[in-house]
């Protein structure tokens, strides 16, 4: 099946700082990625869908100048935390989709955020 | 608004069957998921139905009734390792994944 990986996978960062997630579609071209914010004990929560080449659209109630997204390539998606405090730490997962709606996502292994 | 319904816990042993269900109320219909995840881990996909009925995949099946919407996971031969969140999602409309609160599964021996 399509792999999708996400790098880092867990990271430790001080409260003010910035941290950049990537997620790449290894075996396959993501038409559209998705990043998704998962508390603990809680569902997904989209943040964002963003579609290689143009603008995120970002789900109502997410910042899109504290979370970045850039989709610049049919393989790669950046989410970047600017400015992170501690209500930011959790667990964000991409996941990505090749060609229309009715494909399934496949999602990468998530990066885990804690901020001190 | 739109709605995705499915128990909070579910509990069963293993070797036995179990059904989760999931009720939707969209704007639109474009198919229904089923997804497994793992304390910790990424969502893995289980199934896509966007007809009514019955598919089935090894141990795990799915069906969906869109006139009624509803869909359920029955899962057979339960084994430890299918201790899970089990989450339902819809598509809308507007192509949007609906997802629900997911239904976490404990399986005892």
Known sequence: GAVVSQHPSWVICKSGTSVKIECRSLDFQATTMFWYRQFPKQSLMLMATSNEGSKATYEQGVEKDKFLINHASLTLSTLTVTSAHPEDSSFYICSAREGDSYNEQFFGPGTRLTVL | ?109
């Open chain 2, 1 to 109: 608004g739109q709605n995705i319904d499915q128990p909070t816990e579910m509990t069963a042993t293993e070797g036995a069957i179990v059904q989760i269900n999931c009720t939707y109320q969209t704007s639109g219909f474009n198919g229904l998921f089923w997804y497994q995840q793992h304390a910790g881990e990424a969502p893995t996909f289980l199934s896509y139905n966007v007809l009514d009925g019955l598919e089935e995949k090894g141990r795990f099946s799915s069906f969906l009734s869109r006139s009624k919407g509803y869909s359920y996971l029955l899962l057979k031969e339960l084994q430890m390792k299918d201790s899970a969140s089990y989450l339902c999602a819809a598509i809308d409309s507007n192509y949007q994944l609906i997802w629900g609160a997911g239904t976490k599964l404990i399986i005892k021996p």
